[in-house]
């Protein structure tokens, strides 16, 4: 598969993790463009992540029984329905138009220790959490394990694959800052969100991509969201 930008891309096998921190469009972009680029995504959303994409979308998320339909729904609503007017996304230039279908979704509850993101034996290319609530940042940097995003990041972390966790949380204070030099010390990313303004955003769908940019690249996963600094 060649991408946009002329350079072949091998699909991903990624874990994404949706906690309760304050951005779910954040996520919903994610998922739309790890799709897009082919990716294998195993989904993890946690109970406060649903209250807040009710609060911040007026959606209830599917249940994890639910067919991944309901997640293209979701997306194809935020980034291009009716809903979608006050965030004013660009529409994607489409590697899945060109060349490649669209990705693979599978979505496991918080207490699904069997599902295979539970283990090291289990291949990925690398887990995001996008957002991170500053409590499951907290207990990734004291190993608590004692849910899935929780075990499949200190799997992440143990087997030395990238691990990019996305907090949103202003001010910090010093437990939240020492938790995330922890995780950094132990060979996470922290990458918060905190989108530049440089490149002039139009809405806040350039605000936020901004930030899935940034995810992608530490994954090589390819996009077109916004241009790279240097080029025209
Ligand atoms: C609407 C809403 C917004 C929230 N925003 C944040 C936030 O921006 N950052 C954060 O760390 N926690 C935020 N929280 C609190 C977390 O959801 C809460 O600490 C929760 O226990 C996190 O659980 P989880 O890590 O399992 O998702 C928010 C909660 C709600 C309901």
Known sequence: ????????????????????????????????????????????????????FAQELDVELPSVSAPADAWQNLIHETTAGKSSQQWQFRPLNSLAAQDCGSGKLIQYGTADYSSPVASGSSLTDGMIICPCSMGTLSSIAGGNSSNLIQRAADVHLKERRPLILVPR?????LIQLENMVRVCRAGATVLPAMPGLYQKP???????????????????????????????
């Open 169 to 173: 949380e202003t001010p910090l204070g």
């Open 202 to 232: 139009a809405g806040i769908g350039d605000l936020v991509d901004f930030i899935v940019a940034r995810i992608c690249d530490h994954l090589r996963i390819p996009h077109s969201l916004t241009r790279r600094w240097g080029t025209d």
């Open 1 to 52: 598969m060649t991408t946009t930008d002329g350079h072949s891309h091998q699909p991903r096998n990624v874990v994404l993790a949706i906690t309760g921190a304050s951005g779910a469009l954040y996520a919903v972009r994610l998922l739309q463009v790890l799709l897009d680029a082919r990716s294998s995504v195993h989904l993890v959303v946690s109970s406060a992540a649903r209250q807040v």
